[in-house]
């Protein structure tokens, strides 16, 4: 079973913006604090933003003012909103639970570039 499905991935220049949308499976959803993970090139895969089942946020201090997370409980789909896209936002972003993490999706590909 497949539980979470990222999309909206893209090619920007620095300063762009793009919206991530991530489809979790129901069973997850509901109970979960679900966030936002992204791996460079090279790096460690990271948490860069999460949401609770009530909607409390929480951001990497990289992407505080920036970045926007959040979720539509009718459509069991966690978004992030990326504004002023620098550089070193460049990587494979991924959702997945706060904790204990299941399998991870394909991610969607993020490239900043002038």
């Known amino acids: 079973q497949v539980q979470f499905v990222e999309s909206g991935g893209g090619s920007v220049q620095p300063g762009g913006s793009l919206r991530l949308s991530c489809a979790v499976s129901?069973?997850?959803?509901?109970?979960?604090?679900i966030g936002w993970y992204r791996q460079a090139p090279g790096k460690q895969r990271e948490l860069v933003a999460s949401?609770?089942?009530?909607?409390?946020?929480h951001y990497a201090d990289s992407v505080k003012g920036r970045f926007t997370i959040s979720r539509d409980n009718a459509k069991n789909t966690v978004y992030l909103q990326m504004t002023s896209l620098k550089l070193e936002d460049t990587a494979v972003y991924y959702c997945n639970k706060v904790g204990m993490v299941n399998a991870w999706g394909q991610g969607t590909q993020v490239t900043v570039s002038s």
């Open positions: 129901e069973s997850i959803f509901r109970f979960y604090v």
């Open positions: 949401v609770t089942s009530g909607s409390n946020t």
